[in-house]
C-alpha cells in the first residue's frame, strides 16, 4: 500500500473517530428535562347564574432537586380571575417561602415565587390556585404556565431547568350551551393601530334575525367599517354613544362556527397602556328565544406618543360676538408631573384674553402673564412634589372681540424644558390645537340660519322624547352651559324668542 493510500486511510478513519465523538457529546448534552409542572384537566359545572371557583393544583414530577422557582401564569381574564395561592399540608414545600404577584396584577397574568434553602425532591403538589369562575364561561380554557431560568435553582445556586404543561379547564354549561351564541375576538395592539374586532357565531339553531350592539370605549377607539358575512345581511348600521349598532337577517344553520361581523376600528394614538374589554347586547330576536354574547378584551401596548401627557380642550366651542368665551383646558395621560410651562397663541382681531380660573387639579403655584404680549400669553405651574391627577387644569377667559362668522384656532405649544416630574426629567407633551367657532347664531337648534320657534319645537321634542341631536346641536342647545340639554334649556330657549330676556 502507497503512502498517499495509507494517508487516505488515517484521515477518514479520524474523521469517523470525531464524527463519532461529536455524536458521543451530542447525546450527553441533549438530556431530556426531566423536572416536570403539570396539573390534571380540570372540569367545572356552571349555571350560566353564578360564579363559582376551581381549586387548581399546581404539580411537579421527575423533581431532580430544588430549592427556588419563579412560575408565570397567564389566563383569559373574562373567564377566570386568580383569587389567591394555596399552600397546605399536602404540599411538597414544607419549607422557604412562597409569594404571589396576584393582587398587585393589572393584566392577565401572574407570578408565583418560592425559595427555600436545602433541595426538595419529592413529587407532589407545590401549591394550589383559586380562580373565579364566570358564570357565563364555556367550553374550555387553558392557563399558560412558563418559568424563569434565571430564579430556578437547586441547593448549589445552579439552574434548575423546567418542562411546564399548559393547564386545561373545561366547562359544563348546560344553562347556555344549547343556545345561540355570539363570541368576540380580536387580538391585542399597539396605541395608533387600526385592528378589527371579529363576532363568530355557534349553535345558530332556528335564529334567523338579530339587532346587535357592540359596545366600545370611544374614548381610546373610533369605528370605521363593518363587513359580514356574505350569507346574511346587515342594515341599519350606526356609531353612538360607544356602541356599534346594526341589524343582521338571513343567519341560517349554514354559517355555524363562522364569522358572523367584523367590526374595523382605529385605536388612538395617545391611547393609554391598558386592557380594554368589548361586549355586546342583542335585541329583536327572530327564530330564538335569547342569543349568549361572550365579551373579548384587547391589551393595548404604549407607543412613543402614548407615552406622551396630553393637553386638549372640547371638541366643539361656540363663541358669539360680544359674548364672553369660556374655554377649558384638559390634562391627560398624566404619567407624573411636578412643572409645566404652556403657550398659547390667539386672533387678535377676533379674541381677547382676559383671565384664567385655575381648577386646583393639581396642586402648586401657578401663574399667567395674560395681557403682556398682544397675540399670545404663557401659563406657568410648578409643584414640590409630583402630581398625577388628569382633567380639567383651568378654565381660559376670552372676550370675543370680532364680527366677522367665521371659525378660528388656539394654538398650544409648550416648553419642554420647563415641563418636567420630579426626577427633573423632561415630561412630553402633545399638545391639541382648539377650535372655536364664531359661526353659530344663540338657540339656533336646527341650525338654519334663524332663532325661532321651529327651533324649539325641535328643543321640546329632544327633551321630552329624548330624540338626538349631533355633538354641535348639542353644544347649542345647552344654553346655560351645564353640560346637559334639559327642560331649563327650552325654558330658556322660550324666553329669548319672545324677547322676555337676552342671552
Not at 304 to 325: C, E, F, M, N
Request: charged share 20%.
Amino acid at each position: 500500500m502507497n503512502n498517499s493510500v495509507i494517508k487516505s486511510v488515517i484521515i477518514t478513519t479520524l474523521s469517523i473517530l470525531l464524527l463519532l465523538s461529536m455524536l458521543s457529546v451530542g447525546t450527553v448534552f441533549a438530556t431530556t428535562v426531566s423536572n416536570t409542572i403539570y396539573s390534571d384537566e380540570l372540569s367545572v359545572e356552571l349555571d350560566g347564574i353564578s360564579d363559582k371557583t376551581v381549586l387548581v393544583p399546581v404539580m411537579m414530577k421527575n423533581n431532580t432537586g430544588i430549592a427556588g422557582f419563579e412560575l408565570n401564569f397567564a389566563y383569559d381574564s373574562n373567564i377566570i380571575t386568580p383569587v389567591e395561592i394555596i399552600s397546605d399540608e399536602n404540599s411538597v414545600l414544607t419549607s422557604g417561602m412562597i409569594n404571589d404577584t396576584i393582587e398587585n396584577s393589572s393584566s392577565n397574568s401572574f407570578k408565583v415565587i418560592w425559595s427555600g434553602i436545602d433541595n426538595v425532591t419529592e413529587d407532589g403538589i407545590l401549591f394550589y390556585i383559586n380562580f373565579s369562575v364566570n358564570a357565563e364561561a364555556i367550553d374550555s380554557t387553558t392557563i399558560s404556565v412558563n418559568y424563569n431560568k434565571n430564579n430556578t435553582f437547586d441547593e448549589n445556586i445552579e439552574e434548575v431547568e423546567f418542562n411546564c404543561k399548559d393547564i386545561l379547564i373545561i366547562f359544563n354549561n348546560s344553562a347556555i350551551d344549547s343556545i345561540p351564541k355570539i363570541t368576540l375576538s380580536s387580538s391585542d395592539i399597539t396605541a395608533g393601530d387600526t385592528f378589527v374586532v371579529n363576532g363568530i357565531i355557534s349553535d345558530v339553531g332556528g335564529l334567523t334575525d338579530s339587532t346587535i350592539k357592540v359596545g366600545y370605549n370611544s374614548g381610546t377607539f373610533s369605528y370605521e367599517l363593518i363587513s359580514a358575512n356574505s350569507n346574511v345581511t346587515i342594515s341599519n348600521c350606526k356609531a353612538e354613544n360607544g356602541y356599534v349598532t346594526f341589524d343582521v337577517s338571513g343567519i341560517t344553520p349554514a354559517i355555524d362556527g363562522t364569522v358572523l361581523f367584523t367590526l374595523t376600528f382605529k385605536c388612538s394614538d395617545t391611547a393609554n397602556a391598558d386592557k380594554y374589554t368589548f361586549n355586546g347586547i342583542v335585541e329583536n330576536i327572530k327564530g330564538a328565544t335569547e342569543i349568549h354574547f361572550i365579551e373579548c378584551s384587547i391589551k393595548v401596548s404604549a407607543s412613543a406618543t402614548s407615552d406622551s401627557a396630553v393637553i386638549y380642550s372640547d371638541d366643539i366651542i361656540i363663541g358669539r360676538y360680544g359674548k364672553t368665551l369660556y374655554v377649558p383646558v384638559y390634562f391627560g395621560n398624566n404619567k407624573g408631573l411636578m412643572g409645566y410651562k404652556l403657550k398659547f397663541e390667539y386672533d387678535n382681531t377676533l379674541l381677547s384674553p382676559v383671565g384664567v380660573t385655575n381648577s386646583n387639579l393639581l396642586s402648586g403655584q401657578f401663574d399667567n402673564n395674560i395681557g403682556v404680549h398682544d397675540n399670545y400669553f404663557n401659563i406657568l405651574w410648578n409643584s414640590s412634589s409630583e402630581q398625577t391627577a388628569n382633567g380639567e387644569l383651568f378654565v381660559i377667559e376670552f372676550e370675543v372681540i370680532g364680527t366677522a362668522k367665521t371659525e378660528t384656532q388656539i394654538s398650544v405649544l409648550y416648553s419642554q424644558g420647563d415641563t418636567f416630574n420630579e426626577e427633573y426629567r423632561d415630561v412630553k407633551m402633545m399638545c391639541n390645537n382648539i377650535s372655536v367657532d364664531l359661526n353659530s347664531l344663540i338657540g339656533d337648534v336646527n341650525c338654519d340660519g334663524v332663532t325661532d320657534n321651529k327651533d324649539y319645537a325641535l328643543l321640546v321634542d329632544v327633551v321630552c322624547t329624548k330624540a338626538t341631536l349631533t355633538d354641535y346641536q348639542n353644544v347649542i342647545a345647552d344654553l346655560n352651559n351645564d353640560k346637559s340639554v334639559d327642560c331649563f334649556d327650552a325654558v330658556t330657549l322660550d324666553l329669548y324668542i319672545n324677547n322676555f330676556i337676552t342671552l
